[in-house]
């Protein structure tokens, strides 16, 4: 999420558990594949017995190699019109460098030329008026390349002010239009944690390190969000929920880690559909630091958790009064 917002600018945003699209060609319909997540097919099976064979299976399937990535595949449209942009800007400052040194020759030329001149006039005075009129038709001939190359320059130095209006127009352009484009100078991170029973929202932990956030950050804040009794904690395959830091903050806790099928982030479905929800209601207001952004997100849980859900199983209830039944029962 970007360390500040403007209502008027969309919301750019970066989700760390959407994964990565994979198209792949249908299997052959004689083809049987089998997934871990088939377990769930299975309705005899309680929660606790299909999660349990759900990492089972997981763990027992062969860790495949992480795709190469794709050199050639565009980035994203903001960068592309960035790189264009600047990319422009960069070859009209090169054909104004350019300009210039053939414009200093073009001025060396006529600077040579007009000392020329100054010395045939130099040369005339010297001269007797016999002789003068001797080298009349020469001293004429002079006069009209003198009057030709003058000309010439005063063309040449209009020439100059209208390609020097055009280059500056061009340049303002482009860097209105570089302007135009959203900047995001910093990312603060925000770690979405969700309870896939009651769909309440536990916490929205933000980090002011962005994209630089380490495991260790993410470890402490699950330790300070995460509930006693917490049984399984899913989440996708990011380094941070692979770390050395994580592994013994499942072990200190006692929960089970179950890592949601590669490049499915379907899997996590209820996670990704309020990290949705999130998205949109951030995209009407404003910030400009991480304090008023954590505000924004207090005040987005309490909205979230007390508004009716359709999802749940009995809809029209929200998190809260949901969660509220479950201990009554």
């Not at 970007?2 to 994964?19: E, F, I, N, R, Y």
């Not at 009057?147 to 209006?165: F, V």
């Not at 804040?221 to 996708?236: M, V």
Request: glycine content about 4%; aromatic content about 6%.
């Amino acid at each position: 999420m970007p360390a500040s917002h403007d209502v008027a600018v969309k919301l750019p945003a970066v989700s760390g558990s959407s994964g990565r699209l994979v198209i792949e060609q249908p299997a052959a319909p004689d083809e049987q594949h089998q997934y871990p997540g088939g377990i769930f097919a299975d309705t005899s099976l309680d929660y606790t017995t299909a999660m349990l064979g759900f990492v089972a299976a997981s763990a027992a399937q062969p860790s495949a190699t992480k795709p190469e990535t794709d050199e050639t595949a565009p980035p994203p449209a903001l960068k592309v019109q960035k790189r264009a942009l600047k990319q422009a800007e960069a070859e009209l400052r090169h054909a104004r460098r350019q300009l210039r040194q053939q414009r200093q020759q073009e001025d060396a030329a006529w600077r040579s030329l007009r000392h020329a001149r100054r010395g045939q006039q130099a040369e005339r005075c010297r001269q007797v008026p016999a002789a003068q009129a001797d080298k009349r038709d020469a001293q004429q001939a002079q006069d009209h390349q003198w009057q030709q190359a003058r000309q010439q320059q005063q063309q040449q130095k209009q020439a100059r002010t209208d390609e020097d209006t055009q280059w500056r127009q061009q340049r303002l352009d482009l860097r209105q239009r570089l302007a135009a484009l959203p900047i995001v100078t910093a990312w603060i991170a925000i770690l979405v944690i969700t309870d896939n029973c009651t769909r309440q929202c536990v916490g929205l932990p933000l980090f002011v390190a962005g994209p630089h956030v380490t495991a260790e950050l993410v470890a402490e804040a699950l330790r300070t969000l995460l509930p006693p009794d917490l049984l399984f904690l899913i989440s996708d395959r990011g380094v941070h929920f692979k770390a050395h830091v994580f592994r013994e903050l499942m072990r200190s806790e006692e929960f089970i880690h179950v890592l949601i099928a590669r490049h499915r982030p379907q899997s996590n479905g209820i996670a990704e559909r309020f990290v949705r929800s999130l998205k949109e209601w951030l995209a009407t207001k404003s910030w400009n630091t991480d304090a008023e952004l954590a505000t924004l997100l207090a005040e987005f849980i309490a909205h979230y958790n007390d508004r009716p859900h359709q999802g749940l199983a009995l809809p029209g209830l929200s998190p809260n009064e949901f969660a509220r039944r479950i201990w009554l029962l």
